[in-house]
């Protein structure tokens, strides 16, 4: 009975699926929130009365709190377990859901931000990670892609939401119910999913892996046995047990050092690389700063916010399809070939964007570039949104060994929030300074660098059960 095919012959894949829909809540609540200050940008510039580098801070403050959130909540997750994080950051997401649209100044803005970042922040990092650590290995890069098609999703709903709002209203700065404006609004609609993800959390158990390593075998045990039944629980519990360290000690971050010499373990750069390389590529740009783009290109308020819309729809049809070949084609393909075809993309957009004119202080595109623009746009969203958009996640969930997952999941989400932040900081001030065409040109070189170093330094994970892992 050691044939793995018969082992997990019982598998309760009912409740894994429960399960992983639950801890993707996460995933839409991460989309929802990151994409949610996209419509809000004019409305927090009339309100706070900031200039570029304010409302650069303004939009990028979350993104402190997500640095770290992603790498407290890797190594708290250690000490109180992988749910525990989520459902702290479910209480994390309602505060900041209601504070940000209640708003009266510009710190009190950017405070309630940075608390959604923290929520944002461990949701990124632990939703993958704990879904990974209860499904089944065949299963596994599907089940966390569906992560990514949560954040999709909720980037998707929450660009809907605001273009219905402002619809509604007229604009984002217009008056609407009981007095708010209606950016005001558009972030109190993320109550409905955040409520929601605190409520679910009390159907879902806790990882199975957290609670070998923390000590609680038959609570681990009880919980495999839910999974894949009782005889397949008692042979994981003893694989779980034997991938840990020899003596046993509770994970700590000088886990991520190997050898003598003390160096950090080539699986750590490798993760730093591929969190980095994420967000270098520009992607969060286009997430957070749509509206203004189409804008500064000549499109209005209203056909710009339509623009986020259907990137949303095309986005999520993308992870569908990775979704559906991501255990059959592996890891590495998807993330290699995305970043020929972002390279490419974005050399397209950068070159539309070249032939532009000034006019009033605005660039203005002929119509045969601006289409060019559009659509090298929206391919190179959904491009990154069937390759390195769920890719990283899934890799990241399960590229670590049992012994460093958590601490590792902190460093490379630590890494990844840092460059989100860099970019989305950054991207006015480009704008303001070498323009869309040099932003854009330094994103595609970006792309370039991040195929060469998968390339060299990547290693496929599909198929290996996270016992076998190596670090």
């Keep these: 009975m050691n044939d793995k095919s018969t082992l997990y012959a019982q598998t309760n894949f009912g409740l894994v699926i429960l399960i992983s829909c639950v801890a993707t809540i996460g995933g839409f609540l991460f989309g929802y929130d990151s994409g949610v200050i996209n419509g809000t940008v004019t409305g927090l510039q009339a309100a706070f009365n900031s200039d570029s580098m304010g409302t650069g801070f303004n939009v990028a403050s979350m993104l402190l709190g997500c640095a770290a959130g992603a790498f407290f909540a890797g190594r708290l997750a250690d000490r109180w377990g992988r749910r525990t994080l989520l459902i702290l950051s479910a209480i994390f997401f309602i505060i900041s859901a209601w504070g940000s649209g209640i708003a009266g100044s510009s710190i009190e803005f950017i405070v309630f931000r940075i608390i959604g970042g923290l929520a944002v922040g461990a949701a990124s990092v632990m939703a993958p990670a704990y879904i990974s650590e209860i499904a089944p290995a065949e299963y596994r890069g599907r089940l966390i892609t569906i992560q990514q098609i949560a954040i999709i999703f909720g980037l998707f709903s929450s660009f809907l939401s605001n273009y219905l709002l402002a619809d509604i209203a007229g604009s984002s700065t217009s008056e609407f119910w009981m007095g708010f ?13 955040a409520i929601t993800f605190l409520l679910a959390l009390s159907l879902i158990p806790e990882s199975p892996r957290y609670l070998v390593v923390s000590g609680q075998i038959e609570k681990a045990k009880s ?10 629980a008692a042979v994981k519990v003893e694989e779980i047990d034997a991938s840990l360290a020899e003596d046993h000690h509770k994970p700590k971050l000088t886990d991520l050092l190997e050898g003598p010499g003390g160096k950090v373990r080539k699986i750590v750069w490798v993760g730093i690389g591929l969190a980095a390389f994420q967000q270098l590529v520009g992607i969060n740009v286009v997430f957070y700063y749509g509206a203004v783009l189409w804008q500064a290109v000549g499109f209005s308020e209203g056909d710009s916010l339509l623009i986020n819309v259907i990137s949303g729809a095309l986005s999520i049809a993308s992870c569908v399809v990775a979704l559906s070949i991501i255990d059959k084609v592996g890891r590495k393909p998807m993330v290699f070939w995305g970043s020929i075809g972002m390279a490419i993309t974005l050399s397209l957009m950068a070159f539309a964007f070249s032939t532009g004119t000034q006019v009033d202080g605005d660039l203005s595109l002929s119509d045969n570039m601006g289409i060019l623009a559009l659509v090298a746009a929206n391919a190179y969203v959904m491009i990154f949104n069937g390759s390195w958009g769920p890719v990283m996640w899934v890799m990241l969930g399960e590229m670590f060994p049992n012994q460093i997952r958590g601490s590792g999941l902190a460093v490379a989400g630590l890494s990844q929030w840092i460059t989100n932040f860099a970019i989305t900081m950054t991207f006015p001030i480009f704008l303001a300074s070498i323009g869309l065409l040099g932003a854009y040109g330094i994103y595609a070189v970006f792309a370039v660098i991040s195929a060469i170093f998968v390339h060299r330094m990547v290693h496929e994970t599909r198929g290996i059960e996270l016992e076998d892992m190596q670090g």
Excluded: D, K, N, S
């Design 181 to 193: 404006q209606t950016w005001r609004w558009m972030f109190w609609m993320e109550l409905i999913p």
């Design 223 to 232: 919980v495999l046995a839910r999974l894949y039944g009782a005889e397949a």
